[in-house]
């Protein structure tokens, strides 16, 4: 909330610069401009506390472990906001304007593109999310073999459902395309072979 606040002065800046990629956007309701500077300072307000809402996250998960497994928590906290950050990144400045241009470039003179500001700040959040989180990937292969839950000879021998898993979920949180859905689903193998090779490494140190 604290964030919220302090970005709601910024909150035309930034959703002039979310606005890029399709121009400009429609306002189909009295309330809906001012109700859409408050989702903009929300997601921002989320995203800009990440970092805590990561620790309690970890903090959480990281209670259930043994005491001397509990030193991980420095290692998982940083790694893992700097995947969210580059997963958010990789989402925002990538993905979603190349969606969006594709998208629309199958208008023609009977349709034309009419994007509300609301639904607008709703996708471009809800993807960022996602992308986010889904590049927790390496840390949470890491935590699970750490943690005893999965073993590495596992993740190597279901490699193959993995990459079926992987493209299934390209396919359901990306815009239908395939060009998107590649963009997502290929830098997902990389970050399954990376988790696998820091799992193996640290199986290995143990």
């Known amino acids: 909330m604290l964030f919220t606040i302090l ?33 903009v300072a929300l997601w921002g307000g989320f995203f800009f506390a990440s970092p805590f809402i990561l620790y309690q ?12 497994e509990k030193k991980y928590l420095a290692f998982f906290l940083p790694v893992s906001f700097s995947l969210f950050c580059a997963g958010g990144a990789f989402g925002l400045f990538l993905i979603i304007p190349l969606g969006i241009r594709l998208l629309l470039s199958f208008g023609s003179e009977y349709m034309q ?6 639904k607008y700040i709703s996708f471009v959040g809800t993807l960022t ?5 889904v590049f927790q990937l390496p840390i949470v292969l890491l935590f699970l073999t750490k943690a005893g839950i999965v073993s590495t000879l596992a993740l190597r021998r279901k490699r193959k459902h993995a990459i079926v898993g992987i493209f299934i979920l390209a396919a359901i949180i990306t815009p239908p395309d395939v060009i998107s859905q ?8 990389v970050l399954y072979e990376i988790g ?3 799992a193996t490494c640290a199986q290995k140190n143990e």
């Open 57 to 68: 996250a970890w903090a959480f998960v990281v209670s259930g472990l043994r005491e001397h």
């Open 129 to 133: 999310l996602v992308f986010g989180l």
């Open 182 to 189: 590649l963009s997502m689903a290929l830098p997902l193998i």
């Open 7 to 39: 970005l709601y002065s910024f909150s035309d800046a930034l959703l002039f610069l979310l606005a890029k990629p399709v121009g400009s956007l429609l306002i189909i309701e009295p309330a809906e401009a001012f109700v859409s500077y408050i989702k």
């Open 113 to 118: 593109p009419m994007i509300t500001v609301s």
């Open 196 to 198: 696998l090779f820091f």
